[in-house]
T-cell receptor
Framework: DTEVTQTPKHLVMGMTNKKSLKCEQHMGHRAMYWYKQKAKKPPELMFV???????INESVPSRFSPECPNSSLLNLHLHALQPEDSALYLC?????????????FGAGSRLTVL | DAKTTQPTSMDCAEGRAANLPCNHS???????VYWYRQIHSQGPQYIIH???NNETNEMASLIITEDRKSSTLILPHATLRDTAVYYC?????????????????FGTGTRLQVFP
C-alpha cells in the first residue's frame, strides 16, 4: 500500500459545527503532516507529527486541533471555523531515519465553511 | 531555508522536452533541491531531488549548476498528463533524520501547460 487516504473528500460545515478530517497511511511512515491550500496558492504547512508527537505547529489558530492516535492515523478536528478557512486540506506522510524524507500526499479534503 | 524563484508559467508541445528552471541563489552547502508537482485537484507528487550531482529517475532529470545557484527539471518527452504546477523547493536535511522531519515549504511554482 503506497497511498495516503483522506476522508471525507468534501465537507460543508457551518461556523458553529464541530467536524473532523481523517487521514490514514499503511506505509509504516512515522512522520505525518497537515497542509492547507487556498485556491491558486501553494500548500501551506500547518502541523507535523513525528513518532505520534506534535513536532511542528506553524502558529495555527486553536480552532484547528490535530490528533495522532497511532502511527497510521492523523485527524484534524475543526471547531468554530470561519468562512476564510474554506480550503483544500492535504495530509502527507514520510519515513524517518532514511535520509530521504520524501512526502507522500493524499488527494485532500475540500472544506467549505458557510 | 533558501528561497526559490520560478517562472509563473510555461508552455510545452507534447512530445518535446520540458525544461523548468529554478533559481536558488542563496542555497547553502547542505541544502537539497526537491521537485514536486501538483496536477489539478490532486495532492502534490514527488518527482526528484538532488544535492550536487545531476539526478535521473523514471519521471525526470534534475540538472544542478556547478555553483548550485540554479537547477533545471527536465521532462524528456512531455505528455498532456504532465500539465501541472511544478514546485522547486530547497530543504535542509535534518541533522538527526531519525527524529526530525522535513519541513517542506512550497513556493509559488511554475504552471506548465502541455499542448497537443
Amino acid at each position: 500500500d503506497t497511498e495516503v487516504t483522506q476522508t471525507p473528500k468534501h465537507l460543508v460545515m457551518g461556523m458553529t459545527n464541530k467536524k473532523s478530517l481523517k487521514c490514514e497511511q499503511h506505509m509504516g511512515h512515522r512522520a505525518m503532516y497537515w497542509y492547507k491550500q487556498k485556491a491558486k496558492k501553494p500548500p501551506e504547512l500547518m502541523f507535523v507529527y513525528s513518532y505520534e508527537k506534535l513536532s511542528i505547529n506553524e502558529s495555527v489558530p486553536s480552532r484547528f486541533s490535530p490528533e495522532c492516535p497511532n502511527s497510521s492515523l492523523l485527524n484534524l478536528h475543526l471547531h468554530a471555523l470561519q468562512p476564510e478557512d474554506s480550503a483544500l486540506y492535504l495530509c502527507a506522510s514520510s519515513p524517518l531515519g532514511t535520509g530521504k524524507n520524501v512526502l507522500t500526499f493524499g488527494a485532500g479534503s475540500r472544506l467549505t465553511v458557510l | 531555508d533558501a528561497k526559490t524563484t520560478q517562472p509563473t508559467s510555461m508552455d510545452c508541445a507534447e512530445g518535446r522536452a520540458a525544461n523548468l528552471p529554478c533559481n536558488h541563489s542563496t542555497i547553502s552547502g547542505n541544502e537539497y533541491v526537491y521537485w514536486y508537482r501538483q496536477i489539478h485537484s490532486q495532492g502534490p507528487q514527488y518527482i526528484i531531488h538532488g544535492l550536487k550531482n545531476n539526478e535521473t529517475n523514471e519521471m525526470a532529470s534534475l540538472i544542478i549548476t556547478e555553483d548550485r545557484k540554479s537547477s533545471t527539471l527536465i521532462l524528456p518527452h512531455a505528455t498532456l498528463r504532465d500539465t501541472a504546477v511544478y514546485y522547486c523547493i530547497v530543504r535542509v536535511r535534518p541533522r538527526l533524520p531519525i527524529y526530525n522531519t522535513d519541513k517542506l515549504i512550497f513556493g509559488t511554482g511554475t504552471r506548465l501547460q502541455v499542448f497537443p
